[in-house]
């Protein structure tokens, strides 16, 4: 199921849940009252999104968005382009981008220049991973689970050639 020779982890299940737990607390006080518009960014956001809704006490919908970034390697192509975009309108909505990691900053950079254009009421990012040594461009990020060292990492939706995106925990 997972990689043979896990010997370490670097996040368990428990640490993740704990955190994704504080984060819906802290989006549920935010948006209290407002129109709550996730954007979960494909595939990696899944099982974070997927988790994180359920921590969110107001009533909300939420769709997902595709951009490629990475190929099927390791190393950033520095290249961004939607695969899959929105379903409706944003328009007027309190979107909130829901990312697995920020890495160079790239794809979310891109991402929310196309989204400001679409006019939301407002626009925010929840990323359940930091990589800030990695950041070629600057990006806010007004969420974040857990800040991490320059590794690639995989577990809990993140992938090395479209694996491991199952385990519970997050691993090198
Ligand atoms: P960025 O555009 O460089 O910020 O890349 C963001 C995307 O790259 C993420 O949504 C992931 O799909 C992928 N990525 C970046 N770092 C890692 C990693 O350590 N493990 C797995 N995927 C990663
Ligand atoms: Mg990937």
Redesign the pocket.
Same mark, same amino acid.
Not at 99 to 110: A, H, R
Not at 151 to 154: I, K
């Given at each position: 199921m997972y990689k043979d020779d896990i010997v370490e982890i670097l996040l368990t299940e428990e640490q993740i849940q704990e955190k994704i737990k504080e984060l819906g607390e802290a989006i549920s006080d935010e948006y209290r009252g407002k129109d709550l518009f996730l954007i979960g960014?494909l595939? /990696?956001?899944v099982v974070f999104m997927a988790d994180l809704i359920r921590h969110i006490s107001l009533p909300l919908s939420f769709d997902f968005m595709a951009?490629s %970034?990475?190929g099927d390697s390791?190393q %950033?192509s520095g290249r @961004?382009r939607i695969l899959k975009d929105l379903d409706d309108d944003v328009r007027d909505r309190d979107v909130l981008f829901i990312?697995? $990691? $920020?890495?160079? /900053?790239?794809?979310? %950079? !891109?991402l929310t220049k196309v989204l400001k254009s679409r006019k939301p009421a407002s626009l925010k990012v929840c990323a359940l991973?930091n990589?800030p040594e *990695? *950041?070629?461009i600057e @990006?806010k990020v007004d969420y974040t689970g857990f800040i $991490?060292p320059d590794?690639? @990492? @995989?577990g809990y939706g993140?992938? !090395?050639n479209e694996r491991y995106r199952n385990a519970p925990f997050i691993y090198p």
């Open positions: 960014v595939k /990696g956001a951009a %970034s990475y390791s %950033s @961004v990312e697995d $990691i $920020i890495d160079t /900053g790239l794809t979310l %950079s !891109y991973l990589k *990695r *950041r070629e @990006v $991490i590794r690639f @990492v @995989v993140l992938d !090395y």
